[in-house]
């Protein structure tokens, strides 16, 4: 399946001119003053977002706006949308990598991958397409990253912030980390956030052979196997009605658990 890539053109302005754009301890909370830097605006050139999106038409641009913000290089992974979600984000300014069918999260990850390494990405963050996520988030997570010198940085939205979330999806999601904190030895307090910011060198080893919702588990049973190092930062995750009606449903997190046992009994 050959995915196809372009950009957009928003990076110039009217005239052509380039515009800048303005393992542990789990508990512990990361905040704005260890973001600061001299240099922290030069070396964030070197982290590519990848935003995997399927029929995201009505939010996208507005996404992609707010992370260009922040990070200049976007891709957004089109898995295979039937709108008019590739068109909104190259009109925003991002690269657009296009699947030619529905393949799944898992799948439009991988290809984010490639494609970043492709382009010399030093750092490569994953985010959400339905706008629950914060991208000053990242910012924070890339300032973990340098100061410890670790390879792949965790959000939790259980160390921050989760807003509108319910208790039974709260329930849930606490009974996956325990289970992933049980079968991996990773100690985590939130073990299938979207929210992450890996090194190069862990992107190339990471290779997700799930391409749906269980790639999430996938990758914390890669980092754990292949002893990456990792530090947690909590996060901010509003879950809205469009979050929810687009992925966010207890019926998912259901499923996460199920991919988890199926996962762990198949090998």
């Not at 009505?58 to 913000?69: E, F, G, P, Q, T």
């Not at 068109?87 to 699947?99: C, D, L, S, T």
């Not at 999260?105 to 706008?131: H, I, P, R």
């Amino acid at each position: 399946m050959r995915a196809i890539a372009s950009r957009g053109l928003s990076g110039r302005d009217g005239g052509g001119r380039l515009q800048r754009w303005a393992a542990w301890p789990v508990k512990a909370r990361c905040n704005w003053r260890c973001c600061r830097s001299d240099d922290m605006e030069i070396e964030m050139d070197s982290v590519w977002v990848i935003i995997p999106a399927f029929n995201e038409e009505m939010v996208i641009a507005d996404v992609v706006r707010k992370v260009r913000a922040r990070f200049q290089h976007v891709i957004i992974i089109d898995d295979g949308s039937r709108d008019a979600t590739a068109a909104r984000a190259r009109e925003a300014g991002a690269w657009v990598v296009r699947h030619p069918i529905n393949l799944g999260q898992g799948a439009a990850l991988q290809t984010g991958f490639n494609f970043a390494l492709k382009k010399n990405a030093e750092y490569v963050a994953t985010f959400d397409a339905d706008g629950q996520h914060d991208i000053d988030d990242v910012v924070r997570m890339f300032a973990i990253a340098r100061e410890h010198n670790v390879q792949v940085v965790l959000g939790s939205r259980f160390l921050g912030r989760a807003q509108g979330i319910s208790a039974g999806r709260r329930l849930l999601l606490t009974m996956a980390t325990v289970f992933t904190r049980l079968t991996t030895g990773l100690k985590l307090s939130d073990a299938h956030n979207g929210l992450r910011l890996i090194r190069r060198d862990a992107v190339q080893a990471i290779k997700l052979t799930h391409n749906r919702m269980a790639h999430a588990s996938e990758i914390l049973n890669q980092v754990a196997r292949l002893k990456l190092s990792y530090r947690e930062c909590g996060n901010t995750v509003t879950y809205t009605d469009y979050s929810r009606a687009k992925g966010q449903r207890a019926s998912n997190a259901i499923n996460i658990l199920v991919d988890l046992f199926a996962e762990r009994l198949s090998k």
